[in-house]
């Protein structure tokens, strides 16, 4: 495991025992935010990505990397994460049948939908030679919208 780039970015491979070590690194980052409510939703949709990624990112148990990138940008609070997995659009995700009762719904499927409700912005790449890169980005609560610049 690693971290670089002023302690902003940590590296390791896609096992579940490297989520305790990622969320570490989340909260260290998350702690020092002042808006609570937006560090808490970045953090909890990090941690949905990651935990994807490390649970149906690479076929056949094999570990392979996973980059996790916070960055406190003016505005907004942005959380990257890199992987070399099954390339996989968050977009392609199928909504959650949420309207069904609780006692009929298939176990899972709503992470994506968690997700993409807890921040502002998803961004997601295809990485050049395979893999993805999701970009997450809440804003602010005392920034107006449209004050971060976003580069994915």
């Given amino acids: 495991m690693s ?10 491979e896609a096992r579940p025992e490297s989520l305790d070590p990622i969320f570490a690194f989340l909260d ?11 560090a ?8 949905e990505v990651c ?3 490390i649970a149906h990112g690479y076929p056949g ?16 609070l942005a959380v990257t994460v890199e992987d070399r ?3 996989f659009d968050p977009a392609d995700a199928p909504p959650p049948p949420i309207e069904e009762p609780w006692d009929v719904r298939p176990i899972g499927g709503v992470g994506w939908y968690l ?11 295809a990485r050049p ?13 005392d920034q107006p919208a449209g004050t971060s610049e976003i580069v994915t």
């Fill in 3 to 12: 971290a670089g780039g002023g302690g902003d970015e940590i590296a390791c």
């Fill in 61 to 76: 148990g094999e570990a392979g990397p996973i980059r996790v990138r916070f960055e406190h940008r003016p505005g907004a």
């Fill in 115 to 125: 997700v993409r409700r807890m921040v502002d912005e998803v961004h997601h790449e």
């Fill in 40 to 47: 808490f939703a970045i953090r909890l949709a990090a941690e």
């Fill in 129 to 141: 030679g395979g893999g993805n890169r999701v970009t997450l980005v809440k804003r602010l609560a």
């Fill in 51 to 53: 935990a994807n990624v």
């Fill in 28 to 38: 260290r980052h998350c702690a020092g935010v002042t808006d609570r409510q937006a």
């Fill in 85 to 87: 997995a099954i390339p």
